[in-house]
């Protein structure tokens, strides 16, 4: 009940600070849309028995727009939905990416027009027509179905590849930007706040400090590699590095080439933000920083992660994974749930990043070494993942050497919320 208290607190504020013009014609579309959700009934039931079916995919953000697709897809090809004609709805300004969309939309039916997505989107209001996967990524407080499914997929090749033409266009974009030929480079991205100020009372835990990730660029440019960094023009600017190239700034910064990099990074760099599920959709390895929920690690068996601590204010003790999965805490997913009960998040320092980095890059080389003592630390952890959890049965790690250099993360104490 937590979350949802705290969601419609924010909802209340949020709709509070409406005019009421504006306020009065959201409520005269959501009339007309009862209206002729109504009065169209016998239509969308035919539309129904032939298969037709309204996908309610958050397109608003790229995150979702890459997850939610992908999971579709998997779940189809896994024998695990039925073949339907799946309708897709991208009404003007509502697509967070046009090139990431130009990938799925053979996969689906494709409505641009607005008229035809009230319609739509009415028609499917009472069920008949309609399919939602809000469970794959958006449940709050509860395990997320999308690692299931990726679970469920295992090792099979990535749904999305890039094509020739964007081959091509890539590498004389890659030259634009200052790359030489057959250089390689890892994408770098931290979340802040400027993308989506609306949202920004309630996710504020989730952002993180670019400059805490330069020693990781280092270690990049020292491995032989350049650094891309991702991301909106809101965000703060880096200062100018040899061989790192603020894309987030850079003049050439577009819709394709963001699906580009995303696609062709050695692995990304990341963290909360969901512009690295572009990344996992097409198969490419991502390296997470500052996670949260500290459950929620990542989706394919490549990716390692780190979380962000949790510090209880009034002990100023760091919560241990004990203490974070076995209670409530291993579940909130707003900024003021943290606060009411006087916990304090805290970001990677900039070291740890590096050594996410230094371990990610071994890995990939091949240069990895488990041994018996590593694989039962890795099992001992995973073992306090219990269903409800947020990335529950992900196939996905924390960095064996955050959990090295973080020994005091797997004691048993108990040091939990104050308020």
Known sequence: MSHFFHRLRFEAQRISRLPLQILAGKALVKLAGVVFGTALLPITTV??????????????????????????????????????KWILLAPLKRIANEHLLNYWEPHFIVLRSSLCCFLVDNMSRYGLMRHDIGHYIRKIGMTQDAFRIYEAWGDRSPLLKTNAEDEQWGTLMLRKLGLPDQAWFVCVHAREGGYSPIDETLHSYRNSNIENTIPAMQEIIRRGGWVIRIGDPTQRKLPVMEKVIDYAHHPLKSDRLDILLCAKTRFL????????????????????TNMIPLGALWFNAFDISI???IRN?????????NDVLGSEIATYQFSSQYKACGLVVEENNPEDIRCLTVEMLDQLEGKLTESEHDLTLRLRVRALF?????AYKTRANFSLTFLKNHPELLQSHKTIASG
Do not use: M, W
């Open 269 to 288: 760099l990341g963290n909360t933000s969901g512009i690295a599920l572009v990344s996992s959709a097409f198969g490419v390895p991502c390296a997470q």
């Open 47 to 84: 539309l129904h028995l032939l298969g037709y079916r309204h996908v309610t995919f958050f397109t608003d953000r790229i995150g979702h727009l890459a997850l939610e697709p992908d999971c579709l897809l998997k779940e189809q090809a896994l024998g695990l939905l039925p073949q339907r």
């Open 386 to 390: 219990k269903q409800g959890h947020y």
């Open 313 to 321: 204010k009034s002990s100023n003790k760091i919560l241990t994974i």
């Open 307 to 309: 979380p962000k601590l």
